[in-house]
């Protein structure tokens, strides 16, 4: 359970595991007592870390508290609403209300063996008011991608939601932004509501797409970098509302996607 319990905190809203520690989110907790002895505003404002536990013997142990809003200033990040470890110690919470308006982060720490230390606040490179960057985060290898599920399909269009690549630099220590991968059919907002990766594969969910009959869309990537477009898959005789893609998975050999109103 969390170390500091609140009402709706959503703790377990995302979690991710690799080798020995797991890492726990609590995206709608309030601002309040962080456990260090001094004073702290408490307040309804939603917020805002992440809980990272170590395998001890054959029992799990919280290890320490990952929180990179400022007690006093920040709050309503929904800090953790995705999460994703990176082999060489990191881990990337996503932050989709971040940025005052909702433009969105994700927050990459990196444990150097004394502890974890924030390293990065990843953006879109055309970030805007809603777009909601964060949402969704895969990685694979070098590469991770990033969701965000309102970023708008051109200037002046509504929201469709839009996929952005992040490449770790040759010494390991950024990550550096790539493309950006929108919809092949931009009739309604969804595109990566959810999101998978595993090599050069990558499966994104539109699940509102088509009268939410939806999509999962199946991409290569490219010698250049980009993703292309090999397929957008769903059973024969769906119907609107079956939303195919709500959650989207691969091990990059076989694909599989929900559809939870069949």
């Avoid at 969105?104 to 777009?131: C, I, K, P, Y």
């Avoid at 499966?203 to 292309?228: I, K, L, M």
């Avoid at 397929?231 to 893609?245: E, F, H, M, Q, W």
């Amino acid at each position: 359970v969390a170390e500091l319990l609140s009402l709706g905190a959503f703790y377990g809203f995302s979690v991710e595991i690799m080798g020995s520690e797991i890492v726990i989110c609590a995206p709608q907790a309030p601002l309040g007592d962080d456990g260090d002895g001094d004073a702290d505003p408490i307040g309804p404002t939603p917020g805002r870390y992440a809980e990272i536990w170590s395998q001890i013997g054959t029992g799990w142990e919280r290890a320490t508290r990952l929180a990179p809003t400022n007690p006093v200033t920040g709050g309503g990040e929904e800090i953790g609403t995705s999460v994703a470890f990176a082999s060489d110690g990191w881990v990337f919470l996503g932050a989709p209300a971040a940025g005052g308006t909702s433009s969105g982060h994700v927050f990459g720490f990196r444990n150097f063996g004394g502890g974890w230390v924030l390293m990065e606040t990843l953006q879109a490179f055309d970030s805007t008011q809603g777009h909601r960057f964060g949402t969704q985060i895969a990685v694979s290898g070098d590469t991770m991608v990033v969701g965000a599920e309102r970023a708008p399909a051109g200037l002046n269009a509504g929201p469709v939601g839009s996929v952005y690549t992040f490449d770790r630099s040759a010494g390991g220590g950024d990550w550096i932004a790539g493309g950006r991968t929108v919809s092949s059919t931009p009739d309604t907002n969804g595109y990566a509501d959810s999101l998978a990766m595993t090599g050069d594969l990558m499966v994104v969910g539109e699940p509102r797409a088509d009268a939410t009959r939806g999509f999962a869309h199946v991409y290569n990537r490219a010698d250049d970098g980009s993703w292309t477009l090999m397929d957008s898959i769903r059973p024969v005789g769906t119907v609107s509302g079956n939303a195919i893609g709500s959650n989207v998975a691969t091990d990059g050999e076989w694909i599989f996607y929900s559809a939870p109103e069949v």
